[in-house]
T-cell receptor
Framework: DAKTTQPPSMDCAEGRAANLPCNHS???????VYWYRQIHSQGPQYIIH???NNETNEMASLIITEDRKSSTLILPHATLRDTAVYYC????????????FGTGTSLTVIP | DAGITQSPRHKVTETGTPVTLRCHQT?????MYWYRQDPGHGLRLIHY???????DKGEVSDGYSVSRSKTEDFLLTLESATSSQTSVYFC?????????????FGPGTRLTVT
């Protein structure tokens, strides 16, 4: 099973880049890395996913190491609205579309 | 929330009573999921459905049952609610099997069992 490890909390100054790390040392070659976030009391929101290459979309960038054992989600210019819990997920079950969310990283963006 | 509604949004019930939570989607997505979220545990999958009348257990299925008679509705039932089932429940949907795929989440139902 590929599991993920994230720091429980981080702070970031408003306007600066937020870099959220994730370790997934047992990931298999065909498993994607997904990032979701959850703003207080709301349902989780998809951010980005990647397999081997770095990915970028309108919300964030995802940097995956060459050995695929870790990744970093980058929010280039953090705003107060980016304060949320961020989940790094690797799907571990192939009998269904099951995600295992874990406890994530609580990011606080400071004015 | 990607055309997903959950009802009720808040409910307080007594131990031993049956409770049914409803998830309704307007996206015609095939896959639907029920999660619960508790402090210190993140989100944990309860049950999921991969089509009408096709469901399976997730990580924490004990004490819960589900039904899906229509593509758009996925019901979660607590046959006899217990205080340990006090939680926030989220429904999610997705439209494909096999990676990569996204799950879209509903707004959640806060359930309190007294």
């Amino acid at each position: 099973d590929a599991k993920t490890t994230q720091p429980p909390s981080m702070d970031c100054a408003e306007g600066r880049a937020a870099n959220l790390p994730c370790n997934h040392s047992t990931i298999s070659g065909n498993e994607y890395v997904y990032w979701y976030r959850q703003i207080h009391s709301q349902g989780p929101q998809y951010i980005i996913h990647g397999l081997k290459n770095n990915e970028t979309n309108e919300m964030a960038s995802l940097i995956i190491t060459e050995d695929r054992k870790s990744s970093t989600l980058i929010l280039p210019h953090a705003t107060l609205r980016d304060t949320a819990v961020y989940y790094c997920i690797v799907r571990v079950d192939y009998t269904g579309n099951q995600f295992y969310f874990g406890t994530g990283t609580s990011l606080t963006v400071i004015p | 929330d990607a055309g997903i509604t959950q009802s009720p949004r808040h409910k307080v019930t007594e131990t031993g009573t049956p409770v049914t939570l409803r998830c309704h989607q307007t996206e015609n997505h095939r896959y639907m999921y029920w999660y619960r979220q508790d402090p210190g545990h993140g989100l944990r999958l309860i049950h999921y459905s991969y089509g009408v009348k096709d469901t399976d257990k997730g990580e924490v299925s004990d004490g819960y049952s589900v039904s899906r008679s229509k593509t758009e509705d996925f019901l979660l039932t607590l046959e006899s609610a217990t205080s340990s089932q006090t939680s926030v429940y989220f429904c999610a949907i997705s439209d494909r099997y096999g990676e990569p795929y996204e799950q879209y989440f509903g707004p959640g139902t806060r359930l309190t069992v007294t």
